[in-house]
């Protein structure tokens, strides 16, 4: 942690990297950063390469100040939540601090800050903030409240101990609006969501015993509901809370007929171990894929389904 301070004091201008389509733990990590970054009077800039990014994030602090365009001038860049160096979305010239907990890392960074046994990258970084003696003011401990709260699966996954809930003790203390992430990150729902979650449920199928779901949303079923491509989400969570389900597989067509696939796990089934099948990647219990165009919905099911059988036990 040493050497990234020196890092972010050498540098003039720094910019924070959310991955492609970020969750609440890669946009609250780069918020709390950008927010230590000020504090320390640094010029910062804050990059992530989708165009359309999820609105129930746009609680977090500074989110007005993602930009899609990679700022040139910048000499450090400081990456969060993204095991994977292509789902950056660019490339990085400058040296690279890669600040991660998805065991799938490949400590791609000229520096890595990579804890496989912290359940969110807000986790490493409220580590590093108390480390280094930064005040954790309520925008910050917001931010790592809201990523913490998402990663967690709203403190119900397995990964959830004593030490999760001691975090998110302290960051309630240290001034986080725990309502606001809540009410935000998984409560606040859109008209086309439900409508979108309806035909997403009425085509679902189980595997394997019915301990597998398997969800697929074509390019007209997300044009016909007008939903956005995250809003998939919802119903993919929901499936794990049928009886018998361990495992949870979305299929999302995108218009370009690329193809994207969505893993969650309730049980000790390894999901990042499929998502490598199609050079992905993630965790236990979350992980996700992209394949490109040329296959159809169908085709990819059946290769998945395949894997999944080969490997639940």
Sequence with gaps: MNEIIEKIDKASHIVLISHINPDADSIGSASAMYTFLLQNHKKVSWFCKSQTINNKLSFMPWFEKIRSSYPESADLAIAFDCADKKRLGTEVSSDLINIDHHATNSNYGDINLVKTDAI?????????????????????ATALYGGLLDDSDVFTSDAVDGTTFALAKELIEQGADYKLCTKNIIK???LAAIRLKAVIFKNMSLECGARVAFLCVSDEDMRSSGASPWECETALEESLNIVHVEVAILLRQNSDF????????????????????????????????????GFSL??????????IKKEIV
């Design 120 to 140: 969110s990258t807000t986790e490493i970084l409220h580590s590093f903030f108390k480390e280094n003696g930064a005040k954790i003011n309520k925008k910050m």
């Design 188 to 190: 606040n729902l859109s």
């Design 258 to 293: 690329t193809i994207k696939g969505s893993l969650r796990s309730n049980s000790e089934f390894d999901c990042a171990k499929i998502a490598l099948n199609f050079r992905g990647g993630g965790d236990t219990q979350r992980a996700g894929f992209e394949i490109e165009s």
């Design 298 to 307: 169908n085709e990819v099911r059946e290769m998945v389904v395949s894997l």
